[in-house]
């Protein structure tokens, strides 16, 4: 691989598509930090391959100036399996929805974050479905009014990133569409991150499902409603930061900073813990009665499968040789005739 | 290893003769297989032409004792060319009386019947259902040449000094007792099984010791016993010169694909999920990962294919092996290998079905599943292989055409071949002639927009693969326009897209060989078969002829695209007889292609054709 590479611009990572995602989708923003994102990762753009299912979030590959495929219904991860095992040199993207990772998708997504595939998985929150018209999604809160639940949405919701972490995700990782700063460094972090990366983005359906996260991105509520996770600090939130996150025993709670209380009875974040319950704790606290935390939850080394399979290889080529066809050939008892 | 062995010397009538078919029959847990494989080793090294049928039940370890647990292996072994594995048991050996009842119908009068008499016990007999002991009846002996012996008793008497002390463990070398009592009544060699006995059971001292005890003393009983008056000889077939091994289809499948890989310049990869009859084949590979091989045993059919797909993109030579139930699983996915035209392989190793089915029996019933399983128009290439050996090259010959058409290509095999065996001859790797893919090069300054849906003269679009410069372009499952590949919705380009894949599928012809013949190209009858029906086919045609009746054999490789001459030649004879494992489905595509009223012999009863019956129908139909 050359060490120079050409310097590109986000524009560089434009395809010459049309795009058609709904004005006003929360995707476009999503779009945009990607292809600001992709030249500071020091990755030639022609190594750079996107891989999405069936859904509005998984027409991404067609926007992007990179190589891509749109694949079919909930089974992009294993489509960057075959991918990312043949050609580990690759950086492979996994753009998904809730219903296509979740719903559809499920048991690909669960097995590529167990094995820790070195795939970064974009999973594009927005709680419905969208490409179908308004369907109701895995991710949807019960009692959900839609097309299919006239009475109420009667399946309990699934939670992203309880998945993951009950997966042994090695990355976990939120972030929301509207909150672009935010959002471009946590793609950053996931494309730096070796192993699979799993970020769950808030993202608004405008036309189906208007304002799902509303609590999460309005001015007057988001900084009562999200806390931003930083490793090593404490987990403070609130407009004037006087809030914070205590472990009472095994289970959260949230107290006011000053009236006896300090910073340090609050509980620390610690992405690179071994042990995943703190994490998985995280992602526990939800709206209304926590704030719903954002950034890294968990970023720990663990061995990767695309990395242990070609390790195999090699070691079965130093240890017996480059294979010959005559010893495959005659392996085994043989005779000869004439 | 090359290896020579001379038979065990007898004191006894030796009686020449040309073949013998025999089956090992016991309980699932008796190690029946490992009997079967070993006498075919044996004979093979001999110098037999072989041909095997394991026949096993679905279950690991039905109910000990019952007829649901009963697992076979039959072998045929002769001094000339054979294609089947025997109509009729010259020889059954029946380790409990659930295998007497449930094998007795295929021993020809006659036969050699030997028992383990001291099986035939009351609850051996109830589990069977049998209200009478059957080895006191006299029909049985004048039936057969009936041998009571006691193995069991045998058995435990010969490993007592080995230092096995249960009898569990004791009885677990019953089968190498009935190892070498027939080893000893066809002349066989001790020899390569007691090296498989040191090699598989390496450390285990005792065990090595058990069975080696057990091995001898079944052989020195046949040449003890007065029961046995005399032991036949099977000489040596007349095989074309050459360096031989026994394959089976799977094991074949597995190192044509690794071979297929290496003549064209790529690295394997395998996305599978386990499913009778196919996992071997991703057990097989796993061996081979000093070729460059990778496997990954996905978590679902869905997840294999989708894996296929994905290395396939990335530039390997990427296949997925699975049967029925599985390749209903993938067909969604195998249409978009189709519509993205990539190169790959699809194998199904065909077993009973429909539904679960008969996971461990033969069909071939899933051949319009293959030809039409997907949905929207998407015609694919189907190669089938008609014999175990014949993977090997089925196998390279899919690749070729995978990469030269840019398509996936189903082979489509069957439990039959796959864990049937014969004798291959080993080709020289000098004479297998390599091949180049191309690539399209990165792209140069002022080089036009690359088009990753343009096309050579083979209808074939360029491979380009992620990591080349300047060829970045994105596929999927959307309709393509032409040459750019970008989504399109035009009604007249998908006309011409749909037009196109067929278009390519259909020139596959002119890479495949014209239809061979066995007989004359005209004249009564044409037995047209495909697949696994090969052996039965083939030999029934020759005693037809023998008989002098005017009949042909031409057996299908490739049914997707048929070879270019076979109109013509199925409008040479006067009828078409399509023997099938199946309700007739080559038989409704030769018909809806060429109108031709093919007459059809089916059968689906999880077994392989008997010569007899493709025989019998012949004569009806000519005779």
């Known amino acids: 691989m050359s060490t120079e590479l050409p310097v590109l611009k986000a524009s560089d990572f434009a395809s010459d598509q049309d795009i058609r995602w709904c004005p006003g989708c929360g995707d476009y923003s999503i779009l945009a930090q990607m292809k600001k994102v992709m030249p500071t990762l020091g990755v030639p753009q022609e190594n750079i391959v996107f891989i999405s299912g069936i859904g509005c979030s998984s ?280 | 290893m090359s290896t020579t062995t001379g038979a065990s010397p007898t004191s006894k009538e030796i009686v020449p003769i040309p073949a013998a078919t025999v089956r090992f029959a016991g309980d699932s847990g008796d190690g029946m297989q490992l009997a079967g494989t070993q ?251 000093h070729f460059g091989v990778r496997t990954f045993q996905a978590e679902d059919e869905i997840a294999a294919v989708c894996s296929t797909i994905g290395a396939a993109f990335g530039g390997a030579m990427a296949m997925t092996t699975s049967s029925g139930p599985g390749i209903a699983l993938k067909g969604e996915a195998i249409g978009l290998g189709m519509i993205l035209e990539l190169p790959m392989l699809i194998v199904n190793i065909q077993r009973g079905g429909p539904s679960t089915g008969l996971p461990t029996k033969t069909e071939q019933s899933d051949l319009f599943q293959c030809m039409y399983g997907r949905n929207g128009e998407s015609p694919l290439p189907l190669i089938a292989p008609r014999s175990p050996s014949d993977c090997f090259y089925a196998a390279q010959e899919a690749w070729r055409i995978a990469t030269k058409y840019m398509v996936p290509v189903m082979l489509l095999s069957d439990g039959y071949i796959a864990n049937g065996s014969e004798p291959w001859k080993i080709p020289d790797v000098a004479d297998l002639e390599s091949f180049t893919i191309d690539h399209p090069p990165a792209a140069k300054e002022g080089d036009p927009p690359f088009m990753p849906y343009s096309r050579d003269e083979n209808l074939a679009r360029p491979w380009a693969l992620p990591g080349t410069p300047g060829l970045m372009h994105r596929i999927g499952g959307l309709e393509k326009q032409d040459q750019t590949g970008n989504v399109s919705y035009d009604p007249q380009n998908h006309q011409n897209m749909i037009e196109t894949r067929a278009r390519k599928v259909a020139k596959v012809a002119e890479s495949i060989p014209q239809q061979e013949v066995l007989g004359e190209t005209s004249g009564d009858l044409l037995v047209l078969g495909w697949g696994g029906t090969y052996g039965a086919c083939v030999t029934a045609t020759r005693q037809a002829q023998e008989r002098g009746l005017k009949v042909s054999h031409a057996h299908l490789r490739w049914i997707s695209p048929f070879p270019s001459n076979l109109k013509s030649l199925l409008e040479s004879f006067d009828k078409v007889l399509i023997p099938e494992l199946n309700m007739g489905q080559l038989r409704t595509i030769i018909a809806s292609e060429f109108l031709c009223d093919a007459i059809g012999l089916n059968k689906v009863q999880g077994k392989p054709f008997a010569v007899q019956e493709i025989l019998d129908k012949i004569i009806e139909a000519v005779g």
């Open chain 1, 59 to 338: 027409r991404f590959p067609y926007y992007m100036n990179t190589y891509g495929m749109h694949s079919i219904h909930g089974r992009a991860p294993a489509f960057a399996t075959g991918l990312k095992a043949s050609r580990p040199e690759l950086m492979v993207w996994v753009i998904t929805g809730d219903g296509d990772g979740l719903s559809i998708g499920g048991n690909h997504l669960m097995h590529a974050i167990r094995r820790n595939l070195d795939v970064n998985i974009v999973l594009f929150n927005n709680r419905i479905y969208g490409l179908t018209k308004g369907q109701y999604s895995p991710t949807s809160p019960l009692g959900k009014v839609t097309k299919t639940s006239p009475m109420g949405a009667i399946d309990n919701p699934l939670h992203p990133l309880s998945i993951a972490i009950g997966c042994e995700a090695s990355f976990v990782a939120r972030s929301i569409d509207v909150n672009i700063k935010h959002l471009g460094a946590t793609l950053k972090r996931a494309a730096e991150h070796k192993g699979t990366s799993f970020i769950e983005v808030y993202q608004n359906c405008n036309v189906f499902n208007d304002g799902a996260w509303k609590y999460a991105t309005d001015k007057a509520t988001k900084s009562d409603t999200t806390l931003e996770l930083e490793h090593g600090k404490p987990l403070i939130f609130g407009k004037d930061r006087d809030k914070g996150i205590r472990l009472n025993g095994l289970v959260p709670e949230v107290v006011d900073l000053g009236k006896g209380i300090s910073e340090d009875d609050l509980l620390f974040h610690d992405e690179k813990a071994e042990e995943p319950s703190l994490a998985y704790l995280l992602t526990r606290m939800r709206n209304p009665d926590f704030p719903e935390p954002i950034g890294v939850f968990r970023a720990v080394d663990r061995p990767m499968y695309d990395e242990e399979l070609n390790g195999q290889v090699e070691r079965a080529r130093e240890t017996k040789g480059e294979g010959k066809l005559e010893d495959m050939f005659t392996a085994g008892e043989t005779w000869t005739v004439g």
């Open chain 2, 39 to 289: 006498l075919t080793t044996t004979s093979a090294l001999a110098g037999n032409d072989v041909a095997t049928f394991p026949d096993y039940p679905a279950e690991i370890r039905a109910p000990r004792g019952t007829l649901a647990g009963v697992s076979g292996f039959q072998i045929h072994f002769a001094s000339t060319d054979i294609f089947t594995p025997g109509d009729h048991l010259d020889a059954l050996v029946a380790m409990n009386p659930a295998a007497l009842k449930t094998n007795l119908a295929d021993l020809r009068k006659g036969g050699i019947l030997v028992v383990d008499e001291d099986a035939f016990n009351k609850k051996g007999l109830e589990k069977a259902g049998y209200e009478q002991n059957p080895l006191n009846d006299l029909a049985l002996e004048e039936e057969y040449q009936l041998f009571k012996v006691p193995i069991t008793t045998l058995t435990r008497g010969a490993v007592e000094d080995s230092g096995i002390t249960s009898q569990k463990d004791a009885d677990r070398c019953r089968n190498f007792l009935a190892m070498g009592l027939i080893f000893w009544l066809y002349g066989r060699s001790l020899e390569p099984t007691l090296r498989f006995i040191e090699t598989k059971f390496k450390g285990k001292e005792t065990i090595i010791k058990a069975n080696t005890a057990a091995l001898t003393t079944g052989r020195n009983y046949g040449e003890t016993t007065d029961a046995f008056k005399s032991s036949y000889q099977v000489n040596k077939a007349d095989l074309e010169p050459g360096h031989y091994r026994n394959i089976q289809g799977n094991t074949a499948l597995a190192i044509g694909c690794v071979t297929a890989a290496k003549l064209s310049g790529k690295e394997l990869f395998l996305g599978s999920y386990p499913i009778t009859p196919a996992s071997t084949i991703l057990e097989e590979l796993n061996k081979y990962k």
